[in-house]
């Protein structure tokens, strides 16, 4: 459920006995009527994750107070990694295309609708194919043609633009170039990417065409954050299709491309909630 | 995940700040490792929810004083119902089955494989088919036919037997008899049957010959919570497969089997393991 | 898998022996390259279906003479109802839209990518609110608002437009009005609808707030032909989604938009493909 | 659909036009009532592939004969790898298990209910844990405990107990053992395994430490066709169960538990019915 005007809490730190009790009276204790609370403890590894949402408008102090508390009542003792968010501060996000739309119209219609409620200064792109489609959406398109010569410069210029239109993070709509290893440490968990298969099966150039040389039964999509090891970073959500032997390559391509527009929109729309925390490779995603 | 020697808490009540903080307050002060909490509230109907699971090993009180200290210190004072259960407490199960078979030996091998740590004291049929494969097991089973004629009196004996196996709770598995009005009202979100659709589509009987007249491209299987109303109950759990044209209505059977068996026994799970509150005619499982 | 000039024949009749060896050996006495070939006997019904598609490349005779030698040699001998289609034409789809617009935009992004090989002549809505969005992919919009005074008068207008343009078949895109049996009359089969519920559960009005009150654990929906008793046309796709008691009314809304989606992209997909052949109230949807 | 007293015909070939009429017409002349027929080509590789199950009450020949006529007519013409089959020939099935109990009890209690149509005349494990399970079902158990040292000797019984049973093909309900290429090689396309991942993701041993390491968010089961290449031989069936980071690797074993039961029973039951035509390291599974 998405609510109004909210502050979300994320916090993670090393398992211990009270941390919920903890967080829960400090709240209780400033008036937070708690619109959601989701917490995890991964056994194995003694770590613990937690997101608290309270309503903002009966909240007895302000958020930037209220972070100095948090500190020294909470956080210090715990030693936890935390963020703060109002969900009243629209992010920015900035989509990276190539030539396939599929994934882009899905971004763009779901913000019409406002499922997305963020805003799209820019879209960026190695091609010009998707021009007139941005336009129509009146969106800011600049084409950067990248090659192995103009690299450097080029993913400079697109870093000049995520910091002149103050990107928050960026989704890579079936963007077919490696990211500057540069960029995705700026935007460390802020880049999400959809690889066109099951991951770890088919990583790499041409998954389908892998998936159908292999005669898998079932094709799969995943929406991931990009880290500098290529389809190896923390996986935030997947889905499948049943196929069979009539499915020839091409077929796999159309029906993975429903896949891809799903997972990459609930990836995206967990992000924008601010509902996943990361750990190492591996993601808490919260309901 | 299922854990040796804990304690396991439900709660319901209308929905109030501080709740989850006077409740995990209460069991830190009490020196309670919590190995699992879920908490839910429903914003619709302002009902709140939750489950708290805690080891037993260093728990500081004897349960019976702890029962004493949470009713006066929280339970009272949010106008709670709540249960409390000890994991090390094995539940009797009873199975009702009349002739087929495949439920029954889906329940028999996750209890053998100790999927289903519960004793099963006794098996009920209203046919003599499964009196061998209950053999096999070493598990008594009693052939209680049942007529419009006899139907008082040989229910009453159900009563009976439950009554002096100490039942705790009954799986209809595949059970094509109505069950006595007292038992439903005795065994109140204790009797766990599988309706071999996906209600509320197709109710009543033959779900299978109307999922084919109707043409519908997905089947499924639901289990319940029995009450007097015929598969109107509580719904716990549901699942469904792909079907096409080619099934014909024994194919549509043969798919409902490998239903019919997942949606039950997880159910089942969920009830064996504590996870369900029930608030009118729905559930909260708890993951 | 697509082809680029082929035809398509549909046909169905009572079941004989013999049906494919005949058509078959008809096609390939005429050189018929088959692309495509399946069947369907229902066995309970005795009723024969089949779907051929042959490349026209190399084909020996012009199609206007095939149907024809088809009448001849094979329909009038086993007393066929058939359908011959050149994939060379392309059919003119109709959109009818009230306010909801993610089906909408998905139709359109997958015309947009050539995955609907159609033509969009026209949209017609009882509300002006999608009108600017039609108006970005440059699609005429008619907005023919329509109440229980003017209903005669607006669908009228409506048969007018749909004459006009030479339409070939519905799209209801989440539109919210009733159709004209005159209309459902003439498009009879070729009128799809998008009814976000798995029927025959919840039909009618307001099938999520039915959802939550039942508590269902999965929802979906449901591509079908529209006929003249609401709800309850020839289905031609489903599909479903896992929910939990988490899901408020408004969050069973959220996550239905995206098995809307994908039903009705389905259904439309199988139709504009010409996959479904319908026998009384069922379908027969060729993979 | 299963059928009492049929031949089934499985057919592969190099892709000519004229195959499906050439076949079907000879069965028509020779009075077969087909019950079945299913066919693909796979246009990448210019392959034919037909299944064609017809019922043999009022088949006018003996199916010796119609070997030899088929030979003649159809399979010279277009160089053809076939099988024929009777159903009325019930298979010989060897069961294969280590200590998980979960699959074996699966495929029993299927086998108890006719859902596969086999005898089961042995059961062979490295273990002793399951013989007593064995014993319940009256199926003799053959212990042969395998070490480095022992391998050899022991294959060597294993396969004089497959000679003199007379088994026609072998399931490994999760026996953990490598099986020796020579079985491989005389049971080509008759060994059935369950993979406890979704290959070609996590290959080998610990795949659910493997998907909690790597965190994915679905987990799977893959049934194939045993080649002398651990876990790549060609894939019969696969299925897939939704996890998140709630799942510890336990939680992920017993969810993957449901996977491979069902994973296997699809399986085998192909296997049994022969709906399965293999080409190179692919298979066709007729639905």
Chains 1, 2, 3, 4 share one sequence.
């Not at 005007?5 to 903890?22: E, H, P, Q, R, W």
């Not at 820019?122 to 800011?140: T, Y």
């Not at 889905?239 to 891809?260: C, F, M, T």
Request: net charge neutral.
């Amino acid at each position: 459920m998405k609510y109004e005007n909210t502050a979300v809490l994320l916090m993670s730190c090393d398992d211990k006995d009270g941390i919920v009790a903890d967080v829960t009276a400090l709240l209780a204790r400033l008036g937070a009527n708690i619109v959601y609370l989701d917490q995890h403890t991964d056994r194995d590894n003694k770590k613990f994750f937690m997101r608290v949402e309270w309503d903002l408008e009966n909240f007895s102090i302000a958020l930037n107070d209220f972070k100095t508390i948090f500190t020294y009542e909470s956080a210090k003792k715990f030693n936890m990694s935390w963020e703060l968010y109002e969900s009243a501060n629209r992010q920015k996000m900035a989509i990276f295309v190539s030539k396939y739309a599929h994934c882009f119209f899905d971004i763009i219609s779901r913000w019409k609708i406002k499922e997305f409620e963020v805003d799209i200064p820019l879209i960026i792109s190695n091609h010009e194919d998707l021009q007139k489609e941005a336009q129509r959406f009146d969106i800011p398109y600049f084409y950067i043609p990248i090659s192995k010569e103009n690299y450097e410069e080029q993913t400079q210029k697109q870093m000049e633009l995520l910091q002149k239109y103050e990107i928050d993070f960026i989704v890579l709509a079936r963007y077919m170039q490696i990211i500057s290893p540069k960029m995705i440490s700026i935007y460390k968990n802020r880049i999400i990417n959809i690889h066109h298969s099951f991951l770890p099966g088919f990583p790499g150039a041409k998954p389908y065409h892998q998936a159908f040389e292999r005669g898998v039964k079932i094709i799969g999509a995943t929406g991931h954050y990009v880290t500098q090891e290529l389809d190896a970073g923390p996986i935030i959500e997947q889905d499948i299709q049943r196929v069979n032997h009539k499915y020839s390559v091409d077929d796999l391509i159309a029906a993975g491309r429903d896949i891809e527009r799903r997972v990459l929109a609930r990836a995206v729309g967990a992000h924008i909630q601010r509902k996943i925390l990361t750990d190492k490779n591996r993601t808490v995603v919260f309901s």
